[in-house]
Nanobody
Framework: QVRLVESGGGLVQAGGSLTLSCVASGSFFSINTMGWYHQAPGKQPELVATITSTGTTNYADSVKGRFTISRDNTKNTVSLEMNSLKPEDTDVYYC??????????????WGSGTQVTVSS
């Protein structure tokens, strides 16, 4: 069974930094795109950043220049370094991974989320 487990959320003052991490475990062939999304109560998940298996990144406009996504393919991990945090960054952040569970089957998996709270 594939699992994504996040860590690193918490409370920080505006202007501060946090780093989120996510590790994929279980049995699978490979991991395609990994990323981070945030979701406010009652709303759909919104993109924060993604990274492909070859390192191509994509960021939401609101976080460009402040957040950096990276991954370690040898450890099946993805991280999100969050700098210059703003109160509007407050949300639950979810790890996502597109995982090839068999040679022919690609599935999307989500972590359970980690709370990021930025105080003003």
């Amino acid at each position: 069974q594939v699992r994504l487990v996040e860590s690193g959320g918490g409370l920080v003052q505006a202007g501060g930094s946090l780093t989120l991490s996510c590790v994929a475990s279980g049995s699978f062939f490979s991991i395609n795109t990994m990323g981070w999304y945030h979701q406010a109560p009652g709303k759909q998940p919104e993109l924060v950043a993604t990274i492909t298996s070859t390192g191509t990144t994509n960021y939401a406009d609101s976080v460009k220049g402040r957040f950096t996504i990276s991954r370690d393919n040898t450890k099946n991990t993805v991280s999100l370094e969050m700098n210059s945090l703003k109160p509007e960054d407050t949300d639950v952040y979810y790890c996502y991974a597109g995982i090839r569970v068999t040679a022919r089957e690609l599935r999307g998996y989500w972590g359970s989320g980690t709370q990021v709270t930025v105080s003003s």
